[in-house]
């Protein structure tokens, strides 16, 4: 493209200059929404940490802000979570005033190499004016390490019933959680997983959240994991069961996936938004994340997606779909109804848009094979389908242009179909530099992020054995970058 910069998302999330890795300390306070990130300022590859720092009333609509958290000497600033204190447990408000807290980890490189293995640990730090400036806890770190190499990413959340906090934290090959009154003070649970669940790569980034189902609470832990990915790298696994302030039950220990793409990695929700459960991820995976050919930035954030729960055969599994929020974005929507696909249909060049950034949605009468080409004239393509043989969706990225950057890269990802329903729904992000899908109301989603010679602009529906599109929905989608 004629671009200054080439592969720059438009309504995802980037740093207008330099490298940013995992989304930290996503808070709604006031009615904005800030979402920190860890962040690189000298350099496009990883480096010593900072938070970064952006605002949103929307969530859609990102302003970058100063750089809210930096290296001291106790060490990197990693990930971590951020809270609002309505009770002023921490007693950092004065006067009345809320203070929002965030909890991260310190990682003490000078530690690190003295090969102690007590190197992170988590510490606090407080504003009182909104996010703008931060203070750091004089009693950092609140929690030492107590001899586990991998201490890390913790995610705090008010447990109501029992007036406490709850941190839920990574500890290598588990998850331990803690509790406190105010913050300062940490008194370990429990811990969960050593035995269950994925363990290709060490566990980073965890989540629990309660979310309803029939009525009843059941809670959701999430656990990134890089690498073991189920294509390759790093991806996020969950559990859902019961949590009752001390212990996680999981219901099942079969390991179910977040997202079978390779690009959401280190997701996690917001703080703060009442009975919505929003989660943001990085979308890169460390497989590669340090080479995609981007200048002078690396990296965004997946769409914010509201998270849910579905039955399917007496299982639950978690659901994620774009937030409603993303419909700022709309501009013309082409409907088109009853389309009988045999081999191809294209889309014609008056109802795309140049720019090629566009949100579709199909369902399908009956499940039969198809494929959904983006494509330029390069040759360059995306192609996204469903496998009729496999019951699986699939995104295969070989021949999307630049691909060379990582031998991994360029390959085809696919995720088995969860849902039994003999119909086929699905809604498909398309921006710049990555496509996310999200199908039969998010029970099986895909991230893959990808990096054409040129934009993506044409799109082509394909089907040898024939489908029938009861109603097909595109629309385009204006970008909310500056
Ligand atoms: C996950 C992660 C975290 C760590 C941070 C460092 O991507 O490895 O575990 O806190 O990135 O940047």
Not at 85 to 107: E, R, S
Not at 143 to 155: A, E, Q, S, V, W
Not at 233 to 258: H, I, M, N, R
Request: charge should be neutral.
């Amino acid at each position: 493209a004629a671009s200054p910069e080439p592969h720059r998302p438009q309504y995802h999330f980037s740093p207008k200059a330099h490298w940013m890795n995992d989304p930290n300390g996503m808070v709604y306070f006031n009615g904005t929404y800030h979402l920190f990130f860890q962040y690189y300022p000298d350099g496009t590859t990883w480096g010593p940490m900072h938070w970064g720092h952006a605002t949103s009333k929307d969530m859609v609509r990102w302003q970058e802000q100063p750089i809210a958290l930096f290296p001291d000497s106790l060490g990197y600033i990693f990930s971590g979570s951020a809270v609002v204190d309505v009770n002023n447990t921490t007693g950092f408000g004065k006067n009345g005033q809320t203070p929002l807290v965030a909890i991260f980890t310190h990682h003490n490189p000078v530690l690190e190499k003295q090969k102690t293995g007590k190197h992170e640990y988590q510490s606090l730090a407080y504003s009182l004016d909104e996010g703008k400036t931060w203070t750091k806890y004089a009693g950092n770190p609140v929690l030492p390490n107590p001899g586990i190499t991998d201490f890390r990413d913790p995610k705090v959340r008010w447990y109501e019933p029992q007036k406490k906090w709850i941190m839920t934290l990574a500890t290598k090959d588990r998850i331990t959680f803690y509790s406190s009154p105010d913050l300062k003070n940490w008194t370990r649970e429990s811990e969960f997983g050593s035995t269950v669940g994925a363990h290709g790569g060490v566990w980073e980034c965890p989540d629990l959240f309660p979310l309803t189902h029939n009525g009843k609470t059941v809670w959701t832990l999430l656990v990134s994991i890089n690498p073991g990915g189920p294509n390759g790298g790093s991806a996020t696994q969950y559990f859902v069961g019961d949590f009752d302030g001390k212990t996680f039950k999981p219901y099942s220990t079969e390991t179910k996936w977040l997202d079978y793409g390779t690009d959401n990695y280190a997701g996690v929700t917001f703080s703060n938004t009442g009975n919505r459960t929003i989660l943001m991820g990085w979308m890169s995976n460390w497989q590669y994340a340090n080479v995609v050919p981007t200048d002078p930035w690396r990296s965004a954030t997946t769409v914010p997606r509201e998270l849910g729960l579905k039955e399917v055969n007496k299982e639950l599994f978690l659901t994620s779909v774009p937030v409603e929020e993303l419909g700022a974005l709309n501009q013309e929507t082409v409907l088109v109804n009853n389309l009988t696909v045999k081999d191809r249909y294209e889309l014609t060049a008056k109802t795309r848009n140049e720019s090629g950034l566009f949100r579709l949605e199909l369902s399908t009468k009956t499940a039969g094979d198809f494929a959904i080409v983006l494509a330029n004239e390069q040759g360059n393509e995306v192609v996204i389908g469903y496998d009729k043989t496999a019951n699986a969706y699939y995104i295969d990225r070989s021949k999307a242009g630049k691909t060379g950057f990582e031998k991994g890269f360029g390959k085809r990802h696919t995720a088995p179909r969860l849902s039994v329903d003999p119909k086929i729904s699905l809604t498909l992000l398309v921006d710049v530099a990555s496509v996310e899908l999200f199908a039969d109301g998010g029970l099986t989603v895909m991230t893959d992020i990808f990096f054409p010679d040129t934009d993506l602009t044409k799109l082509v529906i394909k089907s040898a054995s024939g489908i029938v599109i009861p109603a097909l929905e595109y629309t385009k989608l204006t970008s909310s970058v500056k």
